[in-house]
């Protein structure tokens, strides 16, 4: 961890008028979610084209679910971790506007924060197809699947942006909103190869950003679009950031 990167990106966060952070997979992976792109993901066992497309859920929504179960498994025993805790102290601390976050696994909210945007939806609900009844995910009974509404019988569709579907209107617009009038955002986690949501800090750059990069290796914004990148574990990374600007506030 390079204490002096830690250093610069404390003071660019106290400058900074408004902060935003822009996460992805890499920082759940410490919660024991790995990326579903990476060695040992889900995408290794299932092909997304067979279950992660929103026709096929239509089509065979048992086969589906199969994956589904391994997700919910996956996600609703998943326990914040000190990165998603730092993230909701820096806005606890007044230093963050918001979280837009690619992740699904609602750990952001767990840890406590407030201004969280689901750019690609939520696992820990369900909404039923027909007449939109939502069920928490925790009442999710893995023996009776696929669930069915208790309303209408209908069947019941995780709240996550399948592949095929759009990107939720409110996210996407309150996302962008946020990425064009901030002064500076920690990309944390992600590999910023899924568009529309990698365009998020290219579009903040664009009005004049800082680009605060936290993420194990170089990402496709490293060169052209990070102002630097802090290499190494978020759960490190974010605690040390935070710790330098109580420091020096």
Request: hydrophobic letters at 40%; one cysteine or more.
């Amino acid at each position: 961890m390079d204490h002096k990167l830690i250093q610069r990106a404390a003071k660019d966060i106290l400058n900074s008028k408004k902060t935003i952070a822009f996460t992805g997979a890499g920082i759940s992976a410490e919660s024991g979610i790995p990326d579903f792109r990476s060695a040992g993901g889900l995408w290794e066992k299932f092909d997304p084209e067979e279950y992660a497309d929103i026709h096929a859920f239509h089509t065979n929504p048992e086969k589906v679910w199969l994956m589904l179960k391994e997700m919910f498994s996956l996600i609703m025993t998943a326990k914040p971790n000190p990165a998603h805790l730092g993230l909701a102290e820096l806005e606890r601390m007044g230093y963050l506007s918001s979280v837009i976050t690619q992740n699904v696994d609602g750990l952001h909210q767990l840890a406590g924060s407030r201004n969280v945007i689901e750019f690609h939806g939520t696992h820990r609900t369900l909404s039923c197809l027909k007449c939109s009844f939502t069920l928490d995910g925790t009442s999710l009974k893995m023996e009776d699947l696929p669930p069915r509404c208790s309303r209408c019988s209908s069947l019941l569709k995780p709240d996550v942006v399948f592949f095929g579907e759009p990107i939720p209107w409110e996210a996407q617009t309150v996302s962008f909103k946020e990425s064009k009038s901030c002064s500076a955002v920690l990309v944390i986690g992600t590999s910023a190869v899924v568009y529309p949501a990698a365009s998020i800090p290219i579009t903040a750059k664009e009005r004049g950003a800082m680009i605060i990069e936290i993420n194990r290796e170089p990402t496709p914004l490293t060169d052209g679009i990070s102002d630097y990148l802090i290499l190494g574990s978020a759960g490190e990374i974010i605690p040390a950031i935070i710790e330098e600007v109580k420091r020096i506030r």
